[in-house]
């Protein structure tokens, strides 16, 4: 049988026990509801940063165009008065080979075998114009501006089409007598000849130009 000293003792060991387990179970609540949270990955804090800013949008992509370059119109016009001017209709020539109807001119200073070797197609034609359904006036510029751009291009041989004056009044091929005087009057031109029946024979005629 136990004592008074024993019953206390085993009362006070009885005290502890519920006091730890007391304790143990407060410390396992705590712990339950103060669990550290994850830390959040990269995304989730760039998300939580940024939610709050307004969208950039872009403006819309004007592409660059350069601008041409003005033309000056009244250059070129006075450009083309000046080769009209520079060609009249009443030239008279004061050297020109009698050939009859056939257009055939050499410039003073240069080998008749000149003109033999064009007849014959020596040269090739490198470039051709064909006066058909033009005045005067619009031959005499294209036939100026035709031989000038030749020469800068340095084209030598060229075949120009006069017809045949089938559809003119009384039936006068006056574009090939008008060419004859605008064609001698050209400082480029060293030589001309009807051109060869596969060339537009009667029609046309051959003309070469300075180197």
């Known amino acids: 049988m136990l004592n008074d000293t024993s019953t206390n003792k085993l009362l006070s060991v009885k005290k502890r026990l519920k006091q730890a387990l007391a304790e143990q179970k407060v410390n396992a609540k705590n712990a339950a509801t103060n669990v550290s949270p994850q830390p959040a990955d990269d995304v989730t804090i760039f998300r939580d940063a940024v939610k709050d800013v307004t969208p950039f949008t872009a403006p819309p992509e004007i592409p660059f165009k350069l601008k041409p370059k003005p033309i000056p119109l009244q250059f070129i016009r006075d450009e083309q008065q000046a080769l009209v001017d520079s060609l009249s209709d009443h030239y008279i020539p004061a050297h020109e080979i009698e050939t009859g109807e056939e257009l055939l001119y050499l410039r003073d200073g240069h080998?008749?075998?000149?003109?033999?070797?064009?007849?014959?197609?020596?040269?090739?034609?490198?470039?051709?114009?064909?006066?058909h359904?033009?005045?005067?006036?619009?031959?005499?510029?294209?036939?100026?501006?035709?031989?000038?751009?030749?020469?800068?291009?340095?084209?030598?041989?060229?075949?120009?089409?006069?017809?045949?004056?089938?559809?003119?009044?009384?039936?006068?091929?006056?574009?090939?007598?008008?060419?004859?005087?605008?064609?001698?009057?050209?400082?480029?031109?060293?030589?001309?000849?009807?051109?060869?029946?596969?060339?537009?024979?009667?029609?046309?005629?051959?003309?070469?130009?300075?180197?």
């Open 133 to 211: 359904g033009l005045v005067s006036d619009e031959a005499r510029l294209y036939v100026s501006s035709f031989i000038s751009d030749c020469k800068k291009r340095g084209i030598r041989c060229v075949r120009i089409v006069h017809g045949k004056g089938l559809g003119s009044p009384n039936r006068e091929p006056i574009l090939k007598h008008k060419l004859r005087g605008w064609l001698m009057q050209k400082d480029e031109v060293i030589a001309y000849a009807e051109a060869r029946k596969q060339d537009g024979g009667s029609g046309a005629v051959i003309v070469l130009l300075k180197a």
């Open 111 to 131: 080998s008749p075998d000149i003109l033999r070797k064009l007849r014959r197609g020596h040269w090739v034609i490198q470039a051709k114009i064909d006066l």
